[in-house]
């Protein structure tokens, strides 16, 4: 017979978060038969993520006064091997968490854990064991699922389920794109901005009226911290456009001119004195 524990509720002004549930059955059975039955009728075996965790999970278990107690998420699969939780690779344990003289690998294959529910200094404390014999299976239903976080993944812990959003989205679901400042008007021109969007990765392009050109860059783009990239392009008059163009034109000719004019009159030096060529230190003394 299985039995829901307890539905974790934590209430924040007007807003409800739901996190996972523990369950538990009182059939016993061994671990592998164990975490079948969590993964049929639940998400997975236990999995415990912290000291607080631990022993609010075993707040909510019946009291035992001895064995079989209850099978948690997390083995190994030989001796040098470290222990690790089910499914996220975790290998969080406690300073605490293991009874007195555990883990002992008393048969050599005790590559599974209980938890004990006893009263007294072992309570909530852990223990190796062979994996074939038969516990009670602690498992966990969670709330996460592909919808929990538009733009984000779902964790959850007691009392809480949290969405962690990708770079450039924010809200309790990840939901919200990061804002940009809003443009401001644009002397001779307006900025274009596809749907109208100023939010992360929206890229925006300055449109100059008539008579005027913009200087480069064209479009500027929302960042992921909220801010414009490159700097804010604007419109000039051709008047200024064609005078800025002469003179990098000028100034490219000079340029060229006085490159030419040097390299002609090396060319002169060189022929109205053959010998210059001839460098003093290879000349041979007889």
């Not at 299985?2 to 409800?16: C, D, M, Q, R, Y």
């Not at 278990?61 to 030989?78: A, D, E, Q, R, V």
């Not at 300055?206 to 500027?220: D, E, R, S, Y």
Request: proline fraction near 5%.
């Amino acid at each position: 017979m299985k039995w829901t524990l307890i539905l974790l509720v934590g209430i924040s002004l007007a807003n409800t978060i739901l996190s996972w549930t523990y369950h538990y059955s009182n059939n016993t059975m061994n671990w592998t038969q164990a975490r079948q039955y969590c993964q049929t009728n639940f998400t997975d075996m236990v999995v415990i993520q912290s000291q607080k965790e631990n022993d609010y999970i075993v707040s909510l278990l019946p009291n035992k006064t001895k064995s079989p107690y209850y099978w948690i998420g997390i083995t190994k699969k030989h001796i040098k091997e470290i222990w690790t939780w089910l499914g996220n690779n975790s290998t969080w344990i406690g300073n605490a968490s293991w009874a007195e003289n555990e883990p002992n690998n008393n048969h050599s294959t005790e590559f599974c854990v209980e938890i004990y529910t006893s009263t007294g200094k072992n309570r909530g404390k852990w223990n190796d064991e062979k994996c074939s014999n038969s516990k009670h299976p602690v498992c966990f239903k969670a709330q996460c699922n592909a919808k929990s976080c538009v733009r984000g993944s779902c964790q959850e812990t007691i009392e809480n389920t949290t969405c962690h959003c990708e770079i450039g989205f924010k809200g309790d679901r990840c939901q919200t794109a990061v804002e940009c400042p809003q443009l401001p008007q644009t002397d001779n021109g307006d900025f274009s901005c596809p749907g109208g969007n100023q939010t992360f990765n929206s890229t925006c392009q300055l449109k100059c009226h008539f008579g005027f050109l913009p200087t480069v860059p064209l479009a500027i783009t929302c960042g992921a911290n909220g801010l414009w990239t490159g700097p804010r392009p604007i419109c000039k008059s051709y008047k200024q456009a064609l005078l800025a163009m002469a003179g990098c034109a000028a100034l490219l000719v000079l340029c060229c001119v006085c490159f030419c004019w040097m390299k002609r009159r090396k060319r002169k030096k060189l022929a109205r004195n053959p010998g210059e060529t001839t460098s003093p230190s290879s000349e041979v003394h007889g």
